[in-house]
């Protein structure tokens, strides 16, 4: 998909035994393994199975991944293959004797499921890296915009002792700021997901 | 003007609203995953030669030919590939038979996350069985008599 410099560098740095790098790593793709086990309803203790699984093979996967930017790809096919053996797996102790003959998702759904899930993984992570380098009062403001529900304008006003009449216009610089953001560059558009219809 | 229309862009509250759940999801991982995630990494083998799954019974179909001649069909078939070595694989109902090809006497470690599980010296055709079916995630290692050791990647049941 997209060549993020950001991934190639703490791959060549998990690579050569960084542990922060695959930190780095492991937290921007975790939310992507986690939906996808998401989409399959797995129970926890097999999502935790299934990430676990993955990651080892992550750390496996690196010393050989020739195109840094095919990875969050890997990563979404991988963690597919490995919930749909997990089901199986289940299944098979359910219906001990009974031949299989429910087929679980079709092939052409789990990759309209993977492309969904992945594009909103890369964009997701680009927004969380765009807001990671948002100045501080930015990232406090719009944390507590962010809440459910926000506060009033009075309550952040006192919380970041600011005066509640600066506070709109501070918002609408502080998303000015994160759209401005090099990270988001070409996210912010459309539905989400409109150009990865590309055929194969 | 049509130019600046190009660009659907999102609304100040929509941007609000993606950033949001963007952050939720980060947040909504249990923090033991996370834990184990990163723990993930200290989990490489830079000695071994990693021997890789190259064909898996329960994603590329049935095994062609069973390895054990048993009359119960194997409950999932694996093998693993690397220069020096192949490990074939077959979980039956309790207990993991094993071939390493081409045949030789190796010693195979049974690794699970917690250390080593168990080792099983091989016949001198290169069979094995280990018993129980150790707790998963686990790998094996395999060490033969002249010196090489090879890692097969981690195996989920």
Known sequence: MRDD?????????????DQGAWNELVERYLPLMWSICGRHRL???????????????LVEHLAVLRTPAALPGWIAVTTQRECVRVLRAVRRREV???PMSVDLAAEDEATTMIEQELERAERQAALRAAFAQLPPLCRKLLTLLMRDPPPSYAEIGDLLGTPVGGIGPTRARCLARLRQSPYLHGYLSGEGGGDARTPV | MPEHRSENRWSDERLLDELATAMRAAEEIPREVVESARAAFAWRDIDDELARLAYDSEVDGEPAEALTRSESAPLRAMTFVCRSLTIELEVADDALIGQVVPSQVADIHVRVLSGVAATVRTDEVGGFAIRPIPDHPFHLQCRTSDGVSVATSWITL
């Open chain 1, 5 to 17: 410099p950001t991934v190639i560098a703490l791959v060549a740095r998990a690579r050569k035994g």
């Open chain 1, 43 to 57: 129970s926890r203790p097999d999502a935790d199975d299934v990430v676990q699984t993955v990651c080892l093979r």
């Open chain 1, 96 to 98: 001990a004797e009974q």
